[in-house]
């Protein structure tokens, strides 16, 4: 069996050893991050009046129609957010708003969705919220991988985060922001893969 690889041809399989695992996304559903572990959600405090910001890389060009986040204790009385996603900027930081999709009801518990139109090239994009009620909970990750690494080898940082009064988002995202253990899970649905 002269001029046969029995391993199998490296140039012929090529694409299985360096595509981007996750540039396989599937329509229909809703994602938060790439670097979230499924396994160890846990409700905290969204915070009132902090703006935070999580990182979300785009492995291929997509379209969404949807940003949400799920409410898993209410708020009191008029309790909200608003969310949005920034462009990425230098050294891994949000610069300019691409998008402020409105303002979600946290009076009360579930899925709490916005419609949107948003076509993303491949590349990291920021998904940020604001909130204004101090006692509406949402899931966060807390063990997780993040490409903002390590100040500390204990803990891994997931958000931006810092102290903006409740309102439109700002745009572009502040300076000075502080770096943050957990991944707030603001997510977004698929539309399409584009």
Same mark, same amino acid.
């Given at each position: ?33 790439? =670097? ?10 969204? *915070? ?6 999580? $990182? ?23 309790? *909200? ?12 930081? $949000? ?51 993040? $490409? ?11 958000? =931006?985060?810092?102290? =903006? ?30």
């Amino acid at each position: 069996m002269a001029g046969i690889d029995r391993y199998g041809s490296h140039a012929a399989t090529l694409d299985a050893h360096t595509r981007n695992l996750w540039g396989k996304l599937k329509t229909g559903k809703y994602i938060s991050s790439l =670097y979230r572990a499924q396994f160890d959600f846990i409700e905290a405090l969204a *915070e009132a009046n902090y703006l935070k910001a999580m $990182p979300f890389p785009v492995p291929r060009p997509i379209t969404l129609d949807r940003i949400a986040i799920y409410v898993t204790t209410a708020g009191g009385a008029g309790a *909200e957010m608003r969310l949005g996603m920034y462009n990425d900027g230098v050294n891994l930081y $949000p610069a300019g708003l691409l998008l402020d999709a409105g303002v979600i009801d946290a009076t009360t518990t579930g899925i709490k969705a916005i419609i949107i139109n948003q076509a993303l090239a491949k590349g990291m994009y920021w998904l940020a919220y604001v909130c204004n009620d101090a006692t509406a909970k949402i899931p966060i990750v807390y063990y997780h991988a993040s $490409p903002l690494g390590y100040g500390d080898p204990r803990y891994n940082a997931g958000n =931006y985060y810092l102290s =903006y009064t409740y309102g439109v988002l700002p745009d572009p995202f502040p300076s000075g922001a502080n770096e943050g253990g957990y991944l707030y899970l603001v997510s977004v649905r698929i539309a399409s893969l584009d």
